[in-house]
């Protein structure tokens, strides 16, 4: 699968252009990171992306709030990071 960039806002002042598959919806996302070895599933801002962990942790070390995301027994699960 390749990735294509996505350019997202964090912020009113700064963008970051994030290498990712962008999804409808959590459940479409999070399915696909689980089908998916080394793709996680995020939701930044208002959109549902699927990425690899080191672009995970890119944004991460640029202070981007973002929350991964899981689907377990059910259950939508989200997992806030900054």
């Known amino acids: ?3 294509k960039p996505t350019q997202t806002v964090f912020d009113e002042r700064k ?3 994030i290498k990712a598959a962008t999804h409808r919806t959590f459940k ?3 399915d696909h990171a689980e089908q998916n070895e080394g793709l996680v ?3 930044v801002g208002h959109r549902y ?3 690899t962990e080191a672009e995970a ?3 991460a ?3 981007v709030s973002f929350a991964y995301l899981f689907i377990k027994d059910g259950k939508y699960l ?3 990071v900054n």
Do not use: K, N, Q, S
């Open 61 to 63: 070390a640029a202070g």
């Open 78 to 80: 989200t997992v806030p």
């Open 28 to 30: 479409a996302a999070a």
């Open 49 to 51: 992306l699927t990425t």
């Open 1 to 3: 699968m390749v990735l």
């Open 41 to 43: 599933a995020l939701m």
């Open 57 to 59: 942790d890119r944004i």
């Open 15 to 17: 963008t970051m252009t």
